[in-house]
């Protein structure tokens, strides 16, 4: 707020102080603004995750709580915001359309109590088109993954490696997931298996999918059909499109910077930070720049300017 007011005449930090305050800006102004900005698909992804805005040095806001932080591998002050992004299949592009600010003291809901209003939301006012949702394996419970295949929807979704689950249709008994055996066509093709307390008609296909060197996922999902890993596998690298999301609005719109204490100056302040990256982005994908150029280029015709003329001489002695 000082830094804004600084270079606006005729606003000082207490109108923006009082704007904040009074205003009510929620995340309905978000899908207000993206809406006719999305391009739209049948085949559409949508994928969930959390992140954590640091606030380590804070001692009054008021929403923050103590939360485990990927970045960071630990727990650290800050405000936990669950995220729900649109990717188009075809070009890959994709648009921030809801959001929920973590505050259990005050609504009592988990995170995936957010991640499921904003499910219904999506399908049942936002109508937009979609087949699959993504998401972490903090958000594969059982409870979630069978609500989206109420929905007649897919989902893709890494499951911990102590997950109890029978791939031996009742035989034996239920055992952790890294203790399977997989054959050759298991490791292409991926293993229909049933998860411990699913119904028993439900039934999911894993996947082992090699992440890296020292990193294997075992992803489940509700689609029987499927039966190639390298396409679970590709499905999956589209997950990692909201953490491009993530590293950009904390980058580029000053979303983590806010010191003010009261709760509804925080949740105005990040739907701000929210309507920046959209409006950043959609100028991104019009004119074919990464977010980044976007950004930096609004000081590089001043830079230029400067380098040429500087406001300031500077003189060797």
Request: some cysteine; glycine content about 4%; proline content about 2%.
């Amino acid at each position: 707020m000082t830094n804004l007011a600084e270079h606006l005449e005729n606003i000082s930090h207490d109108k923006i102080n009082y704007y904040l305050k009074n205003e009510k800006l929620t995340p309905r102004l978000l899908w207000d603004n993206v809406k006719d900005l999305i391009v739209a698909d049948e085949d559409a992804y949508i994928i969930f995750d959390d992140t954590v805005l640091d606030k380590r040095f804070s001692e009054e806001i008021e929403i923050v709580l103590m939360l485990y932080s990927g970045n960071e591998h630990g727990i650290v002050k800050g405000i936990g915001i669950v995220n729900c992004i649109y990717v188009n299949p075809k070009t890959l592009n994709f648009w921030v359309i809801d959001y929920r600010i973590f505050d259990p003291d005050n609504d009592g809901l988990t995170k995936l109590d957010h991640v499921k209003n904003m499910l219904q939301g999506l399908v049942y006012q936002k109508l937009l088109p979609f087949d699959t949702v993504l998401m972490d394996t903090w958000y594969a419970v059982n409870s979630l993954m069978l609500y989206i295949d109420s929905l007649e929807k897919i989902y893709y979704c890494p499951l911990k490696t102590n997950r109890l689950v029978d791939d031996t249709f009742g035989k034996d008994k239920y055992k952790n997931i890294e203790s399977f055996e997989w054959s050759n066509e298991d490791l292409e093709c991926g293993k229909i298996i049933k998860i411990k307390a699913f119904p028993s008609e439900k039934k999911v296909k894993l996947f082992r999918v090699t992440i890296s060197t020292d990193r294997t996922d075992y992803v489940a999902t509700n689609d029987l059909s499927q039966s190639s890993t390298d396409v679970a596998q590709k499905v999956c690298k589209i997950r990692w499109k909201i953490e491009e999301f993530h590293r950009e609005i904390k980058q580029l719109t000053g979303i983590e910077s806010c010191q003010c204490r009261k709760a509804r100056l925080q949740r105005n302040h990040i739907a701000c930070a929210m309507l920046v990256w959209l409006r950043l982005k959609n100028l991104a994908y019009k004119s074919r720049q990464t977010i980044y150029q976007i950004k930096h280029g609004l000081l590089s015709n001043y830079l230029i300017g400067q380098l040429k003329r500087p406001d300031i001489a500077m003189s060797m002695v």
